[in-house]
């Protein structure tokens, strides 16, 4: 059972807007930051979202990321094709020493 | 251009050992945090371990506390996880991935590479 929750799945059709919620804890989510990373299928895991709501340069701002308490939650607006994959959201847990402590992932499927 | 580039992964028995690199280029390597993540096939990303710039600070998760050494060469650019006593469980994608801020801000991954751990 991993540490923080997300939905194993989400859809939507094209430039609809979907959102991605991540629950964790006192120790992870509601004492560090919240990160996203977007997996598309066949590649490594890309930085999408960091520090809760910041966007890495090139990342469109259809994506954007929010954190309240001990969830987040990622929404992507204006939905494309090219979206549909895994995307996993990610904290530190100052829990047992020190870990990081990833979500199971959430599928999106672009219908 | 920042470049991490694994390698080592293979084939190996159960109980086996196995050391894998990270090549590091395109930045200041002494400066940053670098951890380990993998992906067992068709599931979700696990952090492993990770090692601060001067190896002072390591933390392992704790499926592999006590297996694998997570250690680094700063003046080879390097990155390394010793995995011993491997596990059918350990058959994954290990990807080497640079940490801005030390806790889990992956910035620049690696492409990975595959331990399969079968008899």
């Known amino acids: 059972q991993s540490v923080l929750t997300q939905p194993p799945s989400a859809s939507g059709t094209p430039g609809q807007r979907v959102t991605i919620s991540c629950s964790g804890s006192?120790?992870?989510?509601?004492?560090?930051?919240v990160y996203w990373y977007q997996q598309l299928p066949r590649t490594a895991p890309k930085l999408l979202i960091f520090r809760n709501n910041q966007r890495p340069s090139g990342v469109p701002d259809r994506f954007s990321g929010s954190k309240s308490g001990t969830s987040a939650s990622l929404a992507i607006s204006g939905l494309r094709s090219e979206d549909e994959g895994d995307y996993y959201c990610a904290s530190w847990d100052d829990s047992l020493g020190g870990r990081g402590v990833f979500g199971r992932g959430t599928k999106l499927t672009v219908l | 251009e920042v470049q991490l580039v694994e390698s080592g992964g293979g084939l190996v028995k159960p109980g086996g050992s196995l050391r894998l690199s990270c090549a590091a280029s395109g930045f200041t390597f002494n400066s940053y945090t670098m951890s380990w993540v993998r992906q067992a096939p068709g599931k979700g990303l696990e952090w492993v371990s990770s090692?601060?710039?001067?190896?002072?600070?390591?933390y392992y998760a704790d499926s592999v506390k006590g297996r694998f050494t997570i250690s680094r060469d700063n003046a080879k650019n390097s990155l390394y996880l010793q995995l011993n006593s491997l596990r059918a469980e350990d058959t994954a994608v290990y990807y080497c991935?640079?940490?801005?801020?030390?806790?889990?801000?992956?910035?620049?991954w690696g492409q990975g590479t595959l331990v399969t751990v079968s008899s």
């Open positions: 991935a640079r940490d801005v801020l030390a806790k889990i801000e992956f910035d620049y």
């Open positions: 006192s120790s992870n989510i509601g004492g560090n930051y």
């Open positions: 090692i601060s710039s001067n190896s002072y600070y390591i």
